[in-house]
T-cell receptor, first 111, second 112 residues
Framework: QQQVKQSPQSLIVQKGGISIINCAYE??????FPWYQQFPGKGPALLIA?????SEKKEGRFTISFNKSAKQFSLHIMDSQPGDSATYFC??????????FGAGTTVTVRA | DVKVTQSSRYLVKRTGEKVFLECVQD?????MFWYRQDPGLGLRLIYF???????EKGDIPEGYSVSREKKERFSLILESASTNQTSMYLC???????????FGPGTRLTVT
């Protein structure tokens, strides 16, 4: 049973548009929420991460929004570029340091 | 740069064979992990190790075992491969439990 539910499964966005990926969790012991980016033929790589003491974290065009009471967090990709086309995974972990991953979202940015 | 290497990119094995997947990291990381990646299921943790000769089960350990005799090397063993173990296998390492995990490129295993 997946501990982190991720949606949508895939999305297509025009260059310059905003991509939004949502994740939800149930385990209140989770206190670390990273997002990983994976290009075809490569392993995932850490993109950005947040802890529940803040509601938002921004790094360049990538922003995580976190809603602790709703147990939801999301990734926003602003001004999406063709080079952002990849699969994105949300994840969560608690004090056992084991990451639970979402099912992944394939993002396609059309030029 | 951290480098995590996996012994094979593609592997084809027959049902019942014993399969070894090797992973090596070059950054003296304490923790190493084995995941399998399947469409629609994301990454699922098979086993992880937080020290040499130490191992802990992940979410789906059935049918797998691991070995960590040296800090830099973590092996995943399929004792008797089955077709439902056809998957992409990813190895990762991290400096400590709280740190970023660095992934290898993956091994696509097909069991026929």
């Amino acid at each position: 049973q997946q501990q982190v539910k991720q949606s949508p499964q895939s999305l297509i966005v025009q260059k310059g548009g905003i991509s939004i990926i949502n994740c939800a969790y149930e385990n209140t012991a989770f206190d670390y929420f990273p997002w990983y980016q994976q290009f075809p033929g490569k392993g995932p790589a850490l993109l950005i991460a947040i802890r529940p003491d803040v509601s938002e974290k921004k790094e360049g065009r990538f922003t995580i929004s976190f809603n602790k009471s709703a147990k939801q967090f999301s990734l926003h990709i602003m001004d999406s570029q063709p080079g952002d086309s990849a699969t994105y995974f949300c994840a969560a972990s608690g004090n056992d340091y084991k990451l639970s991953f979402g099912a992944g979202t394939t993002v396609t940015v059309r030029a | 740069d951290v480098k995590v290497t996996q012994s094979s990119r593609y592997l084809v094995k027959r049902t019942g064979e014993k399969v070894f997947l090797e992973c090596v990291q070059d950054m003296d990381h304490e923790n190493m992990f084995w995941y399998r990646q399947d469409p629609g299921l994301g990454l699922r943790l098979i086993y992880f190790s937080y020290d040499v000769k130490m191992k802990e089960k992940g979410d789906i350990p059935e049918g797998y075992s691991v070995s960590r005799e040296k800090k830099e090397r973590f092996s995943l063993i399929l004792e008797s491969a089955s077709t439902n173990q056809t998957s992409m296998y990813l190895c990762a390492s991290s400096r400590t439990g709280l740190d970023e995990q660095y992934f290898g490129p993956g091994t696509r295993l097909t069991v026929t």
